[in-house]
């Protein structure tokens, strides 16, 4: 089953994701704070995934990267494609940064939606391959 998950507290967006992958047959869950981010980590660790979708800035009190950090952690980003993406890629913090590149975890503006769900279906595909 191809099914991602879009992290962002921004229901328009997540909206316009999921009908961009719905046109490619991907089928799509949203999670919009961290406190749902954590509770679906501990009750699925993200099992029948193949890949997430996550905003940097969330209105609650976590980032982006701190939700994947212990995703991580929890060894839930294992063989999962993430793609991450911030409306100004330039607040992601170093540290932040060092993280998202040593995991390889490509960073989107979100001027490049259109070619992040481009890389998505792309990489989906090749793991049915």
Do not use: C, P
């Not at 406190?35 to 099992?47: C, E, G, I, M, V």
């Not at 905003?55 to 995703?71: H, K, S």
């Amino acid at each position: 089953m191809r099914r991602v998950l879009i992290v962002d507290d921004n229901k328009e967006v997540v909206r316009a994701l999921s009908d961009m992958l719905e046109i490619n047959d991907i089928m799509s869950d949203a999670i919009h704070n961290s406190n749902d981010f954590a509770t679906l980590l501990s009750t699925t660790n993200f099992k029948g995934l193949s890949a997430i979708i996550m905003d940097y800035n969330l209105e609650d009190t976590r980032n982006g990267v701190a939700l994947l950090v212990d995703a991580d952690a929890k060894g839930a980003l294992f063989k999962k494609e993430v793609f991450f993406y911030s409306g100004n890629i330039d607040y992601i913090k170093k540290e932040e940064r060092d993280f998202l590149i040593n995991k390889k975890i490509r960073v989107f503006s979100k001027t490049q939606m259109s070619s992040m769900v481009d890389d998505i279906v792309i990489k989906i595909s090749q793991q049915r391959a």
